[in-house]
């Protein structure tokens, strides 16, 4: 079965500096999807950024990049120049190929930017 | 563009009281949804998914049950609650290719007492 693991479960950073959130999985699939969420106080879900398994290319969104290491199974994400609104719950998901298309979810680092 | 809403936002319930939560998508036919329960301080768990108006999965036997009666409509029940049914509830929807995301509702926070 996947796993994913969170090991940072609270991170601080000062604002406008850069932080980056770990997170490992664990699967024997070799085509998936993973993807970082960012649970602000609201508690909406919200889609930080995804990355392809198949892509080698990092993906990248405005100040939130990913470094994703296939064989170590590894897919941090850095947040560059953090805002006050970077404040939030960030989950690390992961999707094989199964039929149900589900997430299966880390157990989440949260994050506060300190003015 | 595709929005999702959820009602109630928040809900006390007493143990042992019915329960029905609704899920509706708009913008979009015939996408995959998904209820998953957040518990305090912890990740998400899959519940229920869904590919069609009345087809159910479920993940994790539990005293919960799902039902689809419209495309775009998602419902969470329960017969009588329990204490552990207290938690988070997040509806997801995608668009149903191997490729998409899955998109959140704002949730809705159940309190059983």
């Known amino acids: 079965a996947q796993t994913v693991t969170q090991s940072q479960p609270e991170m601080s950073v000062q604002e406008a500096e850069t932080v980056t959130l770990s997170c490992t999985y664990d699967t024997s699939e070799s085509n998936y999807y993973l993807f970082w969420y960012k649970q602000p106080p609201s508690r909406q879900m919200i889609l930080v950024i995804r990355q392809e398994a198949y892509k080698q290319q990092n993906a990248t969104e405005n100040r939130f990049s990913v470094n994703f290491q296939k064989a170590a199974k590894s897919f941090s994400l850095k947040i560059s120049d953090s805002q006050l609104g970077d404040t939030a719950m960030y989950f690390c998901?992961?999707?094989?190929?199964?039929?149900?298309?589900?997430?299966?979810f880390g157990t989440g680092t949260l994050l506060a930017v300190q003015p | 563009s595709q929005t999702i809403h959820q009602w109630p936002a928040t809900l006390v319930q007493p143990v042992g009281s019915p329960l029905s939560l609704e899920c509706t998508v708009e913008g979009t036919s015939n996408p995959n949804l998904y209820w998953y329960r957040q518990a305090a301080g912890r990740g998400l768990q899959l519940l229920f998914y869904?590919?069609?108006?009345?087809?159910i999965s479920s993940e994790v036997p539990q005293n919960l049950s799902a039902s689809r009666p419209q495309d775009r409509q998602f419902i969470l029940s329960s017969k009588k609650l329990l204490l552990s049914d207290s938690g988070f509830y997040l509806c997801a929807w995608m668009a149903g290719g191997p490729g998409d995301t899955q998109y959140f509702g704002p949730g809705t926070r159940l309190t059983v007492l």
């Open positions: 869904s590919v069609g108006i009345g087809q």
């Open positions: 998901a992961f999707r094989g190929g199964g039929a149900t298309n589900k997430l299966i």
